[in-house]
């Protein structure tokens, strides 16, 4: 049967089960903050279901099974406390990684390791508030990392950069979706904080942005 996890504003972890609420909060042994800022459900290495709970100025927290672990700045794992997004990929030689956008910046986690991302070529100010990821024309990973300052994109260690200059309308950029045409082709939906939606040709990187408004 569904499980379903509503995370809120001050108000904690919500877990629906068959009918049945249960509250997590913030105490030593579940969430190290009520404010929830998002969720991903995955499976650790033995298959085993997960829960990641990104929260404001709580940093990450992780359930498996009935069991709660914490990974902050104290911890080491995190550059800020704020966790803006949550993002598995499999990476190019096949292994798993979570990409952890937070108010300082970029984090990646493979294993058990935690590794800031320095955002090269990328605005002065950190903060990343949406991760999404695709395939590039030559299967590689592409991580595309919306921030407060522009669109990255990583692929193989290399940057590139979308703003004003490339066409966003706004270059804080809060949401990121992929569709796909029944004509053929993929676009990258930009969602930007009050200068609407930005559309990316996927297959052809190079073209101009299109911008969609209320005008």
């Known amino acids: 049967r569904p499980v379903y996890w509503l995370g809120t504003d001050g108000d904690g972890l919500h877990r629906l089960d068959g009918g049945n609420w249960t509250v997590f909060d913030a105490r030593p042994d579940q969430l190290p903050n009520d404010s929830v800022q998002c969720l991903l459900a995955t499976r650790n290495r033995a298959g085993r279901e997960a829960l990641w709970v990104g929260t404001r100025n709580g940093g990450l927290a992780l359930r498996t099974g009935d069991r709660w672990k914490v990974f902050d700045v104290a911890a080491g794992a995190l550059p800020n406390n704020l966790v803006h997004a949550l993002l598995e990929t499999t990476e190019d030689d096949g292994e798993t990684a979570l990409w952890i956008g937070t108010r300082g910046g970029l984090t990646r986690r493979r294993g058990e ?12 100010d ?4 949406a991760l999404f990821a695709t395939r590039s024309v030559t299967g590689r990973r592409v991580l595309w990392v919306g ?13 590139r950069w979308w703003g004003h ?6 270059p804080v950029v809060q949401a990121l979706h992929r569709s796909h045409h029944p004509a053929g082709g993929d676009h990258l939906w930009i969602g930007t904080d009050g200068g609407g939606v930005a559309l990316l040709d996927l297959a052809v990187e190079d073209t101009p ?4 408004d209320r005008d």
């Open 113 to 124: 390791t935690f590794a800031n991302v320095p955002l090269t070529g990328g605005p002065a």
């Open 209 to 212: 942005l299109q911008r969609l």
């Open 165 to 170: 200059a490339e066409g966003l309308p706004n």
């Open 147 to 159: 921030t407060t300052g522009g669109l990255g994109r990583l692929e193989a260690g290399s940057w």
């Open 126 to 129: 950190p903060r990343v508030q």
